[in-house]
């Protein structure tokens, strides 16, 4: 038995009934193409998290007065209880922790109103920072200089901008120098910050800094604060600068021996975790449901194959006439059902990428094509062919010859 022969005659039953064609791979192309695209934006996603969310570093850790995430209501009730962490934890610390290269605090606000001239922006993100966040955060200016030590002793009302402002507000003139209003105060631009783009059609540049003692001075000292800090490497300096704050800030919350922290730390490592642990399971998911698809589709695959073994009685006894064994011609049916499946596989592949990047190009979500997938998309789609391809295979193999010759449609 010739393979591509019986390649051929598959295709060429694709082409000849290409309504049929297009119903019987519908199912396979369907379950595919949904694998496809979700693998590809997870995939996009994950690096898109890694690269340009969770940036900072795996020395870098972040102290919090609750988890960033909190999935029970139990723990958000029980984390509400807990003191707010104060600009003097973050001095005690800077000061005391040996184990720390960098100590930084933020704080801020999301729904900020910032105006210059006749042109204003609304919720515009309101930074406070110290003046070492920017090398924790590594934020790169492009125009003037970031905030000083002497601009946060002295509650300076400077700020920083971002792209956003510039572009809507400023479009035309030189930002440095310029007084703009950020919710009814007037502060004075002293810094640019470089272009970071959009995360998930969101703008990464609509936001303004200032020092976080004119932060606090303007929309109060009792909110919620964060501490950053960086350590004096990864694995073991990272350890050790975790032990050491979690022992400074024990002592100074009076968190009893025994008990729990009254506070959290939180490393990249953990938000990649969360966020891959997130991805899996909505992956899962997907995976079930188009499962449920293919196997429709193998099942349209199979009636298909079997309606052409009822066509093609008269030529399988021909054929076993002229001395084709039973393998043969199951091996024949084998191929033509597991072609068919493959050409559904490789349509999902193209539409499931086609679908990824055109949500790409129109909201900004990213999307990266994972090469495991587009071949596990063929090998899957080939499979569900030669499964459903069995049963119609054996029909067809176990004819008798002289049946065969004599059957009429």
């Not at 595919?32 to 997870?42: P, S």
């Not at 510039?166 to 209003?181: F, H, Q, W, Y």
């Not at 969360?274 to 997907?286: G, H, K, P, Q, R």
């Not at 990047?357 to 062919?385: D, R």
Request: glycine residues 10%; contains cysteine.
């Amino acid at each position: 038995m010739n393979v591509l022969e019986a390649i051929r005659i598959a295709l060429q039953s694709l082409w000849a009934n290409k309504l049929r064609s297009v119903l019987t791979l519908l199912g396979v192309v369907i379950g595919v193409a949904a694998v496809i695209a979700v693998v590809t934006f997870v995939n996009g996603i994950n690096r898109y998290v890694a690269e340009k969310i969770f940036n900072l570093g795996a020395d870098v850790f972040i102290v919090n007065k609750t988890p960033n995430v909190i999935t029970d209501i139990e723990t958000f009730l029980e984390t509400q209880k807990r003191k707010d962490l104060t600009l003097e934890d973050y001095q005690v610390l800077r000061d005391t922790c040996k184990s720390c290269m960098i100590l930084g605090a933020s704080t801020n606000t999301s729904d900020g109103h910032v105006k210059y001239g006749q042109q204003s922006s609304s919720d515009t993100g309101v930074r406070g920072w110290t003046p070492s966040m920017g090398r924790i955060y590594d934020l790169e200016l492009v125009e003037g200089r970031g905030i000083t030590e002497s601009d946060m002793d002295t509650a300076t009302r400077v700020v920083v901008i971002g792209n956003d402002i510039v572009e809507n507000l400023m479009a035309g003139t030189d930002p440095i120098g310029k007084e703009i209003r950020v919710d009814g105060n007037a502060y004075t631009v002293v810094g640019v910050a470089k272009k970071q783009g959009k995360t998930l059609g969101q703008s990464r540049d609509n936001w303004v800094m200032m020092p976080i003692t004119t932060w606090q001075r303007q929309y109060g000292a009792h909110t919620p604060m964060r501490i950053w800090g960086k350590a004096y490497g990864v694995g073991a300096g990272l350890d050790r600068a975790l032990d050491e704050v979690r022992v400074i800030l024990r002592g100074r919350r009076h968190d009893l021996p025994g008990k729990p922290d009254s506070f959290e730390i939180e490393t990249n490592q953990s938000f990649l975790s969360l966020w891959a642990s997130i991805s899996e399971n909505f992956f899962a998911v997907t995976i079930a449901l188009a499962s449920i698809s293919l196997i429709i589709g193998g099942i349209v695959i199979m009636n298909i194959m079997l309606v052409s073994v009822t066509e093609r009685t008269r030529e399988i006894g021909i054929r076993k006439a002229l001395g084709a064994r039973r393998r043969d011609v199951m091996a024949q049916f084998l191929i033509e059902s597991s072609t068919m499946a493959l050409v559904g596989g490789l349509l999902g592949i193209l539409l499931g990428i086609l679908v990824a990047k055109t949500v790409t190009l129109l909201i900004g979500m990213p999307s990266a094509i994972a090469l495991w997938a587009v071949l596990a998309g063929v090998i899957v789609s080939t499979s569900v062919g030669v499964f459903f391809g069995v049963y119609p295979a054996r029909r067809a193999a176990d004819l008798d010859p002289i049946v065969a010759l004599r059957f009429e449609l």
